[in-house]
T-cell receptor, first 114, second 110 residues
């Protein structure tokens, strides 16, 4: 099993450009999450999904959109990139359970917005 | 929202020393997890705790779910150079939304 994979690994954008980050998991997990990690800030939840076709806002959702059309994929979109969105983005998935359970993380996407 | 304080922020120790770090929450948690992140990688789960008072070990690592359900501790015994990394605690009060601590950066000198 590949676990959780993220595409691309690195990306540089200009302010105002858009892009989509792809997360895929092959563990048949119900829940998927998108986080951003900034120095000294830990991991902050952007959006999450508790099942195919469902999404919900996390702690820092502004400027991002997500879609979960297939159970194994969770897409994160930046509509109009801003320098404040320069960060490392992590996707995670977890099996179904009562509330929050163990998460498996991808390797991350390092995004720079100029 | 929930607040989670993790301390210390960083630790510089000699190989062979024991390490202790902790997280405290402003509210009651039902789940505590401890992760380790190596440079350039995603976090990897070390230990999961689901019951107040629970004490769980994973090799040289031991974690405890505090009796008050508002704190958790991680201890590493006899540290080695490969223990270097950032350690995160995470918890939740029963929803799908986890809260992460800001991490403890561990540096081990040979």
């Amino acid at each position: 099993n590949a676990g959780v994979t993220q595409t691309p690994k690195f990306r540089v954008l200009k302010t105002g450009q858009s892009m989509t980050l792809l997360c895929a998991q092959d563990m048949n997990h119900e829940y998927m999450y998108w986080y951003r990690q900034d120095p000294g800030m830990g991991l902050r939840l952007i959006h999450y999904s508790v099942g195919e076709g469902t999404t919900a806002k996390g702690e820092v959702p502004d400027g991002y959109n997500v879609s979960r059309l297939k159970k194994q994929n969770f897409l994160l979109g930046l509509e109009s990139a801003a320098p404040s969105q320069t960060s490392v983005y992590f996707c995670a998935s977890s099996p179904e359970g009562v509330g929050f359970t163990e998460q498996f993380f991808g390797p991350g996407t390092r995004l720079t917005v100029l | 929202g929930q607040q989670l304080n993790q301390s210390p922020q960083s630790m510089f120790i000699q190989e062979g020393e024991d390490v202790s770090m902790n997280c405290t929450s402003s509210s009651i948690f039902n789940t505590w997890l401890w992760y380790k992140q190596d440079p350039g990688e995603g976090p990897v789960l070390l230990i999961a705790l689901y019951k107040a008072g629970e004490l769980t070990s994973n090799g040289r690592l031991t974690a405890q779910f505090g009796i008050t359900r508002k704190d958790s501790f991680l201890n590493i015994s006899a540290s080695i150079p490969s223990d270097v990394g950032i350690y995160f605690c995470a918890g939740s009060g029963g929803s799908y939304i986890p809260t992460f601590g800001r991490g403890t950066s561990l540096i081990v000198h040979p």
